[in-house]
């Protein structure tokens, strides 16, 4: 991306305020952008605990400044997540993302059209054409080898444009390029018919950023209500009743994206969509059906837990609301409503006033026993995330220049004055410990649902110790600030995971170690490794200790460096584990 210099003081100021957060060394105004951009769209668009606005960066390709592939609401990160539901045969629902991004204050038609035209090929190409999106490309092509899972429709695409442009009030000669973009991707067969591009001037970025971190808040009519009597002090208030479904979508419908909103981050169950589910079917039906008046009667009815909740005569007002049980529910309603006879459906639902954490725990759990959960779901629940997060807080103290927070519950920390980076969520927990601890920093570059599949049954369990998942976190950090503070390393983020492992590899004295999470020798390497991971400077060293091991083994086996999927092999993973322990002292030398 190539721009101007940025005039607007509101924009330069969240600039500044994104770079502190997410603690970016970059000095270049027009890749800040780039990044802080793709981070708004990012976070307003997609409903997914895996939001890391580095992945959808294309590096140094002028046409296209970020993509976004979701596949059945989840952002999908390399060809496992794909191919996990092709083999389980689910049906699939495709979102391709784009963004561009500009620091000029008007929209340009060359440009405009330029960004089209790559996208079309993006999306009707099967050869790459720009070999910096090619990762990007081959989840397309994976996607497409697939279409006859696309029962719904073909993929929808949307494409951002984002100038500092006061107005998003575009000349006839822009409307006529996108008019005509727009119906060359609709005329090519490829997509459905849900094809947007949408303009993003100073305004509507302001709008977006501001957003991210706003309480939640939404107003509906519920008249039909009791009261729940309660005296004492953990829930404010609680309502049981029926709402009609036109009011319930005040909670759901997101008026300026027109997606579901961020409603369902506590939920332990995933939207499992209405053709890869008898049950969401059945209810689908059942709504569109002339007995649709049923629905509600057939439905066990949906929980929401709000910070607050003000009631006015009729209209309710939650602050800071989740639904905690009908995600399922919801998210049928959602897809089925503007496609409903009868909108003047009623269903059971329950709202409750509570900021006390361990009542909403119980509530979550109450209120889904009726179905078995996988385990993984049930992590957010589990009391070995209390005590980590209260080890976290524990360790504050010792580091006090590196004070880690364990995020259990989504947007736990948000309004609070803690750098992003420092803040450690589930997603993320998980990818450290199993790079680092279980030797897999292969299978972690996927979306972190994939990976839970996988080691579900080794992380996480009531007796493990809480000294490997935080020493992991805290080699994470540490690798990831070496790479924002030396850019000439650039080139070697890819092997990040591998490094946590490696430098694990390097500390161990004798080469051996017990890979349970619930042994006291793990514990005694986990504290070993934390002393020398104190000092930042003591840390780099490691890292670039591992770095030269890494590259060291690879010439040595005749691998590929530019084989962008030399690190998401288990092969890479054995042959390097190999190396070290056989070359403990030549590493060590480095």
């Given at each position: ?287 569109k059906s002339s007995n649709a008046q049923l629905f509600g009667i057939l439905n066990n009815g949906i929980t929401i837990v709000a910070d607050e909740i003000k009631p006015v005569g009729e209209k309710f007002t939650l602050h800071n609301y989740q639904i905690v049980n009908g995600c399922q529910t919801s998210n049928v309603i959602f897809e089925t409503y503007n496609y409903l006879e009868q909108k003047n459906i009623s269903i059971p639902l329950k709202i409750i006033a509570t900021v006390d954490e361990n009542t909403k725990n119980e509530i979550v759990k109450s209120t889904n026993s009726q179905t078995g959960l996988k385990p993984e779901q049930l992590d957010a629940l589990n009391n070995f995330h209390k005590m980590l997060e209260e080890f976290y807080k524990s360790q504050h103290a010792v580091y006090k220049d590196l004070q880690l927070y364990y995020e259990r519950r989504s947007n736990q920390y948000r309004n609070k004055d803690i ?172």
């Amino acid at each position: 991306m190539e721009g101007e210099i940025m005039k607007n003081p509101i924009i330069k100021g969240f600039l500044r305020d994104f770079k502190e957060k997410y603690e970016i060394e970059e000095k270049d105004e027009d890749l800040i952008f780039e990044d802080f951009v793709n981070y708004c769209v990012l976070n307003n668009h997609v409903v997914d605990s895996e939001r890391n606005f580095q992945e959808l960066d294309t590096g140094t390709a002028k046409a296209i400044d970020g993509i976004a592939i979701i596949v059945n609401n989840k952002i999908v990160l390399n060809e496992e997540d794909i191919k996990i539901l092709v083999q389980e045969k689910q049906i699939l629902s495709v979102e391709f993302i784009f963004v561009q991004s500009k620091t000029s204050e008007k929209f340009n038609d060359s440009q405009v059209s330029y960004f089209f035209r790559h996208v079309k090929q993006f999306v009707c190409n099967e050869e790459c054409t720009i070999p910096e999106i090619s990762k990007f490309w081959e989840l397309r092509n994976i996607i497409y080898a697939n279409s006859n899972l696309f029962r719904k429709e073909n993929p929808k695409c949307i494409m951002y444009y984002a100038t500092t442009s006061p107005t998003t009030q575009i000349s006839s000669d822009i409307n006529e390029t996108i008019n005509d973009g727009k119906n060359a991707l609709l005329e090519s067969g490829f997509l459905s018919d849900d094809v947007k591009f949408i303009p993003l001037g100073v305004r509507e970025i302001q709008k977006l950023y501001r957003k991210i971190d706003s309480d939640l808040e939404a107003t509906f009519k519920f008249p039909k209500n009791v009261t729940f009597p309660y005296e004492g002090s953990k829930i404010k208030s609680a309502y049981f009743g029926l709402v009609e479904i036109q009011e319930y979508m005040n909670l759901l419908l997101d008026s300026e994206t027109n997606g579901v909103k961020n409603v369902f981050d506590d939920n332990i169950r995933d939207y499992l969509g209405i053709d890869n589910n008898d049950v969401n079917k059945n209810m689908h039906d059942c709504l569109k059906s002339s007995n649709a008046q049923l629905f509600g009667i057939l439905n066990n009815g949906i929980t929401i837990v709000a910070d607050e909740i003000k009631p006015v005569g009729e209209k309710f007002t939650l602050h800071n609301y989740q639904i905690v049980n009908g995600c399922q529910t919801s998210n049928v309603i959602f897809e089925t409503y503007n496609y409903l006879e009868q909108k003047n459906i009623s269903i059971p639902l329950k709202i409750i006033a509570t900021v006390d954490e361990n009542t909403k725990n119980e509530i979550v759990k109450s209120t889904n026993s009726q179905t078995g959960l996988k385990p993984e779901q049930l992590d957010a629940l589990n009391n070995f995330h209390k005590m980590l997060e209260e080890f976290y807080k524990s360790q504050h103290a010792v580091y006090k220049d590196l004070q880690l927070y364990y995020e259990r519950r989504s947007n736990q920390y948000r309004n609070k004055d803690i750098t992003q980076t420092k803040i450690i969520n589930i997603p993320k927990q998980i990818k450290t410990v199993t790079s680092m601890f279980l030797d897999n920093p292969h299978g972690v570059s996927g979306h972190y649902g994939t990976v839970a599949r996988k080691v579900k049954d080794e992380i996480f369990k009531e007796n493990d110790k809480l000294e490997p998942y935080f020493v992991s976190s805290i080699l994470f950090y540490r690798v990831e600030a070496f790479f924002r503070k030396n850019k000439e390393y650039k080139e070697f983020t890819r092997m990040k995971w591998h490094i946590l492992m490696t430098i694990k590899y390097i500390i161990v004295e004798d080469n051996k170690f017990s890979p349970k999470l619930n042994s006291s020798e793990i514990q005694k390497l986990s504290l070993s490794i934390l002393r020398k991971l104190r000092d930042e400077d003591t840390t780099n060293t490691l890292i670039i200790k591992s770095i030269e091991a890494i590259k060291t083994m690879i010439e040595e086996e005749g691998l590929e460096f530019e084989d962008r999927k030399l690190f998401e092999r288990k092969e890479t993973t054995d042959k390097l584990k190999t190396f070290i322990i056989q070359n403990h002292s030549l590493v060590l030398s480095i």
